[in-house]
């Protein structure tokens, strides 16, 4: 279960690190980028907690002091294969997200957000603290001075909402070595200028009082979770009452029905897509480490008027990798 765990993860990191960090002119690699290769080696391959622990502590030691150099919001990580990185297009702010696999197929989620400080002038970093395993209800909180919904995130969606800038991130949490979990999170700067996690920015199908999207699922699976190009499409029905008087003579009501038309209308816009994921029988239902994906249909998100829209999506729908996206997660070139 832990290899798969580990494999699913470095995927999601691979597939991360692909878009989140390119080469410019203006980024420059780490000086500490060696160093936290080799802590991460260990991290990920010590043959104790107590081994990975002290490699992390070191780890995020030296990554804090690398957030301390004043040319640090232009340091590139992308040699560092276990780490996330997601920058924002106006670098307002860069995000440092890991994981440390512990005993029992677990994981401990870590996380910085470096960001700039219109008070100060400067940069300046948060430590985030993951609170995902004491929150009742995490798809209704709030969270505020360092506290975060844990995950490595591999994905960002920029938008302006109201002349204020919202990032869309998507990731993964270990769960609780049973299950695990995908999380669609919101990220704003409120007045003072600090980091906050969850916004009331999703409609339907009993979202609207969501401040995060959380899917539980089987630990030894994989689910399906992105921003991309989907193409879909929807079936209307026209209906036409006229009908010939002359031709009716005898006032048959049949001739009288109107006639139905069907019209489909094909479209393509970028949707935050994951599987549909249900139990393997339902008397297991709230188990969730017997929920599978299921091959009946998926489900979407696509924004419009500063919201994310609920979308039912039948299975099979088109997707087409994302090209480059004006308000995602990259740097414009």
């Known amino acids: 279960m832990r290899i798969f765990s580990i494999f699913s993860l470095v995927l999601l990191l691979l597939y991360s690190n692909c878009f989140a960090q390119r080469e410019k002119t203006d980024f420059v690699q780490s000086p500490?980028?060696?160093?936290?290769?080799?802590?991460?080696?260990?991290?990920?391959?010590?043959?104790?907690?107590?081994?990975?622990?002290?490699?992390?502590?070191?780890?995020?030691?030296m990554l804090k002091n690398d957030l301390i150099d004043e040319n640090t919001i232009n340091f590139k990580y992308d040699s560092v294969k276990t780490l996330s990185v997601l920058l924002s297009v106006n670098k307002k702010f860069k995000l440092f997200t890991w994981g440390l696999p512990i005993a029992d197929n677990k994981y401990d989620i870590f996380g910085i957000i470096l960001f700039y400080s219109e008070k100060s002038g400067k940069y300046k970093y948060l430590e985030l603290q993951d609170v995902s395993k004491i929150l009742e209800y995490p798809e209704k909180e709030v969270l505020k001075k360092g506290m975060w919904f844990g995950a490595i995130y591999y994905q960002m969606i920029e938008h302006k909402v109201s002349n204020n800038k919202i990032y869309t991130l998507i990731g993964w949490n270990a769960g609780n070595g049973l299950w695990q979990q995908k999380v669609i999170d919101i990220l704003f700067f409120d007045s003072r200028g600090e980091p906050v996690f969850g916004k009331?920015?999703?409609?339907?199908?009993?979202?609207?009082?969501?401040?995060?999207?959380?899917?539980?699922?089987?630990?030894?699976?994989?689910?399906?979770?992105?921003?991309?190009?989907?193409?879909?499409?929807?079936?209307?029905?026209?209906?036409?009452?006229?009908?010939?008087?002359?031709?009716?003579?005898?006032?048959?009501?049949?001739?009288?029905?109107?006639?139905?038309?069907?019209?489909?209308?094909?479209?393509?816009?970028?949707?935050?897509?994951?599987?549909?994921?249900?139990?393997?029988?339902?008397?297991?239902?709230?188990?969730?480490?017997?929920?599978?994906?299921?091959?009946?249909?998926?489900?979407?998100?696509?924004?419009?008027?500063?919201?994310?829209?609920?979308?039912?999506?039948?299975?099979?729908?088109?997707?087409?990798?994302?090209?480059?996206?004006?308000?995602?997660?990259?740097?414009?070139?």
């Open 200 to 333: 009331l920015m999703f409609r339907g199908r009993g979202y609207t009082s969501n401040k995060r999207i959380v899917i539980n699922y089987a630990n030894n699976v994989f689910l399906k979770m992105l921003y991309e190009n989907v193409t879909y499409s929807t079936v209307f029905v026209k209906e036409k009452h006229r009908y010939n008087k002359k031709i009716n003579t005898n006032n048959n009501v049949a001739l009288k029905a109107p006639k139905k038309k069907k019209i489909v209308k094909t479209t393509t816009t970028p949707m935050i897509v994951f599987d549909n994921v249900k139990p393997k029988y339902p008397s297991l239902e709230g188990q969730y480490q017997y929920y599978y994906p299921a091959s009946d249909k998926s489900h979407g998100f696509y924004f419009k008027d500063g919201k994310w829209m609920y979308k039912s999506l039948d299975v099979p729908v088109d997707t087409l990798p994302m090209k480059k996206i004006k308000n995602g997660l990259l740097p414009p070139e």
């Open 32 to 61: 500490q980028s060696d160093s936290l290769k080799f802590l991460s080696s260990i991290m990920y391959g010590g043959k104790t907690d107590m081994e990975r622990y002290e490699a992390n502590n070191r780890f995020l030691e």
